[in-house]
Nanobody
Framework: QLQLMESGGGSVQPGGSLRLSCTGSEPVLGYLTIGWFRQAPGKEPEGITCISADGGWIKYADSVKGRFTIAKDHAENTVYLQINSLKTEDTGVYYC??????????????????????WGQGTQVTVSS
């Protein structure tokens, strides 16, 4: 059973940056569609970005477009989420998720958490002054 592990969260001031990482227990992330989700306190997880197996297709939610960047490092079996210009509303637990289906089936329209099979435990990001 594939396990995903996020890291890189922390507490930052507004305007700051963080780089989150998602690694897999098996060297297969390069074959999977990967998504990042954010769960604010008291809310459902929100899909914020998605990347195809080969990294050639990427989608961002409007709330993070221009500030967040997702990238795959196939050699490291890791997916990164660079988050810049952080706002207080970015606070939440960030999860990576994966699925053995093509990007076009999973993220072409919306980034829906119900389409992903494997989930990490999450990493907390807190943005406050």
């Amino acid at each position: 059973q594939l396990q995903l592990m996020e890291s890189g969260g922390g507490s930052v001031q507004p305007g700051g940056s963080l780089r989150l990482s998602c690694t897999g227990s098996e060297p297969v992330l390069g074959y999977l569609t990967i998504g990042w989700f954010r769960q604010a306190p008291g809310k459902e997880p929100e899909g914020i970005t998605c990347i195809s197996a080969d990294g050639g297709w990427i989608k961002y939610a409007d709330s993070v477009k221009g500030r967040f960047t997702i990238a795959k490092d196939h050699a490291e079996n890791t997916v990164y989420l660079q988050i810049n210009s952080l706002k207080t509303e970015d606070t939440g637990v960030y999860y990576c998720a994966a699925v053995w289906k093509p990007y076009t089936d999973i993220c072409a329209d919306v980034i829906d958490k119900r389409r992903f099979n494997y989930w990490g435990q999450g990493t907390q990001v807190t943005v406050s002054s």
